[in-house]
């Protein structure tokens, strides 16, 4: 039997005169899942993790992700990097800021790399994300929810 998940993103506005219009309601469900991973992590104060690595992280044998969502009790630094082996050219990192109860979805792992100025768009090579980590800038351990999964 395959796996789903399935995701659905509430969105409520109110303006700064009290005003609100109908909530935007976006369902999202990703079918014939083959392996699923669910993980809580401890990011110590002001370490940095690898979350995930096909090429190094023991007992972990998703070798990619068509589903990555991230949420956590704190602020943490997110890395995403393609190309780390330079099959294409050169490695391409991308980090961001997961805040505070907010929740991260990626629904592929297709990345750029190879990029040339800031135009990944017209300068990049499309490749997929090959590696994951995580730094706590703070000086408090933070709970970290990942969940991958992947339908090859």
């Known amino acids: 039997m395959a796996g789903q998940i399935r995701v659905t993103t509430i969105i409520e506005i109110t303006d700064p005169r009290g005003n609100t219009g109908a909530p935007l309601r976006i369902p999202k469900t990703i079918t014939n899942l083959t392996e699923v991973s669910q993980r809580d992590w401890l990011i110590a104060a002001s370490a940095t993790e690898i979350l995930w690595d096909p ?3 023991t007992g972990d044998t998703m070798q990619d992700f068509d589903v990555l969502i991230f949420s956590s009790d704190g602020n943490l630094d997110i890395e995403i990097v393609s190309d780390i082996g330079g099959d294409i050219g050169t490695a391409q990192a991308n980090t961001f800021s ?3 109860g907010a929740v991260f979805f990626l629904a592929s792992n297709r990345s750029y790399t ?11 090579t499309v490749d997929v994300s090959d590696r994951i980590r995580v730094k706590n800038p703070d000086a408090t351990t933070k709970n970290l929810k990942v969940i991958r999964a992947t339908t090859t």
């Open 114 to 124: 190879n990029v040339t100025g800031a135009d990944a768009f017209g300068t990049g």
């Open 55 to 57: 090429t190094n992280t």
């Open 98 to 100: 997961l805040v505070e």
